[in-house]
């Protein structure tokens, strides 16, 4: 069982300030931003999630370290498909304002 997973920062949701989508080992979904509000997070940065929320901002070596340690630990499988479960809302197609 993951606790916190490494992701990597790839966009913004222009229509959600509280959201972002981020990159885990190629699955890419939306997370929770709004703890890390005041963090000053920027595309590229990396973020442990947990349960869909981004709980704090890491270095990109400490999440390289991290992915090393999960995969040693034969986890690395799960921590993908955990974030394939996450349920915030994708961003709209550019020009759709539907969610």
């Not at 442990?48 to 890491?58: D, R, T, Y």
């Not at 986890?75 to 539907?98: H, L, M, N, S, T």
């Amino acid at each position: 069982m993951c606790l916190a997973i490494p992701a990597r920062i790839v966009e913004f949701d222009p229509h959600e300030p509280a959201l972002a989508k981020v990159d885990v080992a190629g699955v890419r979904r939306m997370v929770n931003i709004s703890l890390l509000a005041e963090a000053g997070l920027a595309q590229g940065d990396w973020v442990l999630v947990h349960v869909g929320f981004a709980m704090s901002k890491i270095s990109e070596a400490a999440a390289a370290e991290q992915l090393r340690m999960l995969e040693s630990l034969g986890e690395d499988r799960q921590a993908a498909e955990e974030v394939r479960g996450y349920g915030f809302a994708e961003p709209p197609a550019d020009g759709d304002d539907r969610r």
